[in-house]
């Protein structure tokens, strides 16, 4: 590729509106573009797409090793399949919703459970065809709340997506954990420092998952990792979200009132005499244990509900007898309902966008008791009574080895084993060995493949650009002549190398344009191609090119004759 014959889009300057390290690199550097002024929709240029399509390249290779066959869904998908599920009531604001000329209604798809459901509902007869895995590499649309730090969080992204259908949990496992080592080897060749932890399986459903997560002080989630032993788990953005702790001795005028059947939000509201009424933004309902079946109600909060997560702690592994999201939902309507486990008290309802978030109702860290008139506070100090357990660096592991490390990630791949979630809503039955119909198990495994490019500037970078892992280069080799339009000599020995790496298939960038070297040099780091060879006059003259490594500062003089073999 030369320069003057391609699109190099490079910026001097860092972006105004760019806060994370790749967004501004990926800018700066050329690769992508915001689609004008809308958020969280971008156009890949070219040399970003060519980095895209290494990761595409690699994911395909190993989920080919996997035995997987790869698909292409739609991505607008009818609504009636999600009201198969269920999932159309309850996926909330993420799920684009959109209607055709003949008013039916279809969404934009941001995962694909129930189309693949469907296919293989009517596909797939018997358990001889199972287990059956597909996937595909396709563009997702999710209506994110606040899209941002570019491709990291857009609303418009490229996933790879498998799934997986058994006829029993062992097989289901098993290629689990045949995806879990194929997730191990994608982000090894990727380049990535990478952990993969225990996760949450959120309101997709289902047993079992891990997270997959590149290491990084930018990522939005946390992770918690033993000193000691194999333990790593997803502590649940717990930084980003916690803690929203009681400010009793401020403005709180606290007060302990008896709520025996704590279970039912409208039970709640009558006995504690509130109207229920109003709704806030986000619900965030976060370190719910099983034996905690206490509700907050927001008294106060004017805004309007549009997102309701249920986390249950990360660290705690019995399943939870909670309010489910689809009664948490009913119940926001009347009354902001929200779950914290009697004893902890740990803060249950979050505003993400409030400092302060006054005049709760919650637990009482007593059985059957409510507190009225408490005030939350962002970052406020723990106090005594109300006993806040996020977790802390220097905490011991919860498998009883060693003490918790905390790092930063980037969520770059999720795997679930689903069980029978989707299979059962949308009848997706083969017949066993011996005649019976059986419920199709299922897992799912998704790798974020836009957002990985982001990640791999996040971990892989300096103060003059990206420095790529070499699988993933947009070039392997830069070209770039001094002089070159008033050397003939400079330019025909540029020429010929540039010849002689294009046959040899080694991707080539060669800078012909008519610009001083210094800018040259600036957009070749920048774009951060691994592999520098400079041609000059003197050069030429005493047999060498000149060879820098992008990670190196060290520039070395090669024989021409050795060049060649230097950058493959
Ligand atoms: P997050 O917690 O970051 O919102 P998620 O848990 O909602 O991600 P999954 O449903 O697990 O995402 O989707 C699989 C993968 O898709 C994620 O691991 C992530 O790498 C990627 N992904 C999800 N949302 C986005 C997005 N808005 N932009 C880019 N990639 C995304
Ligand atoms: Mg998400
Ligand atoms: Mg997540
Ligand atoms: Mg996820």
Same mark, same amino acid.
């Given at each position: 590729?030369?320069?003057?014959?391609?699109?190099?889009?490079?910026?001097?300057?860092?972006?105004?509106?760019?806060?994370?390290?790749?967004?501004?690199?990926?800018?700066?550097?050329?690769?992508?573009?915001?689609?004008?002024?809308?958020?969280?929709?971008?156009?890949?240029?070219?040399?970003?797409?060519?980095?895209?399509?290494?990761?595409?390249?690699?994911?395909?290779?190993?989920?080919?090793?996997?035995?997987?066959?790869?698909?292409?869904?739609?991505?607008?998908?009818?609504?009636?399949?999600?009201?198969?599920?269920?999932?159309?009531?309850?996926?909330?604001?993420?799920?684009?919703?959109?209607?055709?000329?003949?008013?039916?209604?279809?969404?934009?798809?941001?995962?694909?459970?129930?189309?693949?459901?469907?296919?293989?509902?009517?596909?797939?007869?018997?358990?001889?065809?199972?287990?059956?895995?597909?996937?595909?590499?396709?563009?997702?649309?999710?209506?994110?709340?606040?899209?941002?730090?570019?491709?990291?969080?857009?609303?418009?992204?490229?996933?790879?997506?498998?799934?997986?259908?058994?006829?029993?949990?062992?097989?289901?496992?098993?290629?689990?954990?045949?995806?879990?080592?194929?997730?191990?080897?994608?982000?090894?060749?990727?380049?990535?420092?990478?952990?993969?932890?225990?996760?949450?399986?959120?309101?997709?459903?289902?047993?079992?998952?891990?997270?997959?997560?590149?290491?990084?002080?930018?990522?939005?989630?946390?992770?918690?990792?033993?000193?000691?032993?194999?333990?790593?788990?997803?502590?649940?953005?717990?930084?980003?979200?916690?803690?929203?702790?009681?400010?009793?001795?401020?403005?709180?005028?606290?007060?302990?009132?008896?709520?025996?059947?704590?279970?039912?939000?409208?039970?709640?509201?009558?006995?504690?005499?509130?109207?229920?009424?109003?709704?806030?933004?986000?619900?965030?309902?976060?370190?719910?244990?099983?034996?905690?079946?206490?509700?907050?109600?927001?008294?106060?909060?004017?805004?309007?509900?549009?997102?309701?997560?249920?986390?249950?702690?990360?660290?705690?592994?019995?399943?939870?007898?909670?309010?489910?999201?689809?009664?948490?939902?009913?119940?926001?309507?009347?009354?902001?309902?929200?779950?914290?486990?009697?004893?902890?008290?740990?803060?249950?309802?979050?505003?993400?966008?409030?400092?302060?978030?006054?005049?709760?109702?919650?637990?009482?860290?007593?059985?059957?008791?409510?507190?009225?008139?408490?005030?939350?506070?962002?970052?406020?100090?723990?106090?005594?009574?109300?006993?806040?357990?996020?977790?802390?660096?220097?905490?011991?592991?919860?498998?009883?080895?060693?003490?918790?490390?905390?790092?930063?990630?980037?969520?770059?791949?999720?795997?679930?084993?689903?069980?029978?979630?989707?299979?059962?809503?949308?009848?997706?039955?083969?017949?066993?060995?011996?005649?019976?119909?059986?419920?199709?198990?299922?897992?799912?495994?998704?790798?974020?493949?836009?957002?990985?490019?982001?990640?791999?500037?996040?971990?892989?970078?300096?103060?003059?650009?990206?420095?790529?892992?070499?699988?993933?280069?947009?070039?392997?080799?830069?070209? !770039? &002549?001094?002089?070159?339009?008033? *050397?003939? $000599?400079?330019?025909? @020995?540029?020429?010929?190398? =540039?010849?002689?790496? %294009? +046959?040899?298939?080694?991707?080539?960038?060669?800078?012909?344009?008519?610009?001083?070297?210094?800018?040259?040099?600036?957009?070749?780091?920048?774009?951060? !191609? &691994?592999?520098?060879?400079?041609? *000059?006059? $003197?050069?030429?003259? @005493?047999?060498?090119?000149? =060879?820098?490594?992008? %990670? +190196?500062?060290?520039?070395?003089?090669?024989?021409?004759?050795?060049?060649?073999?230097?950058?493959?």
């Amino acid at each position: 590729m030369k320069t003057t014959q391609y699109l190099l889009a490079t910026l001097r300057e860092d972006p105004s509106d760019a806060e994370t390290i790749s967004h501004k690199l990926m800018l700066r550097a050329g690769l992508i573009r915001r689609e004008g002024s809308a958020s969280g929709l971008y156009s890949w240029l070219p040399t970003g797409l060519k980095v895209l399509r290494k990761v595409e390249a690699i994911v395909r290779e190993e989920m080919d090793a996997t035995g997987a066959a790869e698909v292409l869904m739609p991505m607008v998908q009818p609504a009636d399949l999600w009201e198969e599920s269920g999932r159309w009531f309850d996926f909330g604001p993420e799920l684009l919703r959109i209607n055709d000329r003949h008013q039916r209604e279809f969404c934009l798809g941001p995962t694909h459970e129930e189309v693949i459901t469907a296919i293989v509902r009517d596909e797939i007869r018997s358990y001889k065809q199972c287990p059956a895995v597909f996937y595909q590499i396709q563009t997702k649309f999710r209506d994110e709340r606040r899209p941002r730090f570019g491709v990291m969080r857009a609303r418009e992204f490229l996933m790879k997506d498998a799934y997986s259908f058994h006829t029993s949990e062992e097989s289901l496992a098993e290629t689990y954990q045949v995806m879990h080592e194929a997730y191990h080897r994608i982000f090894s060749r990727l380049g990535l420092e990478f952990r993969a932890v225990i996760a949450d399986t959120g309101s997709i459903g289902g047993s079992k998952s891990h997270e997959f997560h590149v290491l990084a002080q930018s990522g939005e989630d946390a992770i918690a990792f033993s000193d000691t032993s194999e333990y790593a788990a997803n502590i649940e953005k717990a930084e980003s979200l916690a803690p929203l702790n009681v400010r009793p001795e401020a403005s709180s005028t606290l007060q302990k009132v008896a709520t025996p059947d704590a279970r039912s939000i409208d039970s709640v509201c009558q006995q504690l005499s509130v109207e229920p009424q109003q709704t806030i933004k986000t619900l965030i309902v976060k370190g719910a244990l099983e034996e905690s079946p206490a509700i907050a109600i927001c008294l106060r909060g004017d805004h309007e509900l549009n997102e309701i997560k249920i986390e249950k702690h990360p660290l705690v592994a019995a399943p939870c007898h909670l309010l489910d999201e689809a009664e948490v939902r009913q119940a926001v309507n009347c009354a902001v309902g929200s779950i914290g486990p009697v004893g902890l008290n740990i803060p249950t309802i979050i505003d993400r966008d409030a400092a302060v978030v006054a005049n709760f109702v919650c637990g009482a860290n007593e059985d059957g008791f409510h507190m009225t008139g408490v005030n939350w506070e962002r970052d406020a100090p723990i106090t005594e009574t109300f006993d806040c357990r996020n977790i802390v660096e220097g905490d011991s592991s919860p498998d009883g080895q060693g003490k918790l490390t905390i790092k930063r990630g980037i969520e770059v791949g999720h795997i679930f084993q689903l069980g029978t979630k989707y299979s059962e809503a949308m009848k997706a039955n083969v017949l066993s060995e011996s005649g019976k119909s059986v419920t199709l198990s299922m897992g799912c495994y998704g790798i974020g493949v836009s957002r990985v490019v982001a990640a791999a500037i996040e971990q892989n970078h300096d103060e003059y650009g990206i420095i790529w892992p070499d699988n993933i280069a947009p070039f392997q080799v830069a070209i !770039v &002549p001094m002089n070159m339009h008033r *050397s003939h $000599r400079v330019a025909e @020995a540029a020429d010929k190398l =540039y010849q002689q790496l %294009r +046959d040899a298939k080694i991707e080539v960038i060669f800078d012909d344009r008519k610009e001083r070297a210094g800018v040259m040099f600036a957009d070749m780091e920048l774009i951060g !191609v &691994p592999h520098r060879i400079v041609i *000059s006059e $003197r050069g030429i003259d @005493a047999g060498t090119f000149e =060879y820098k490594h992008r %990670r +190196d500062n060290e520039k070395l003089n090669i024989p021409i004759d050795e060049v060649f073999a230097f950058v493959q």
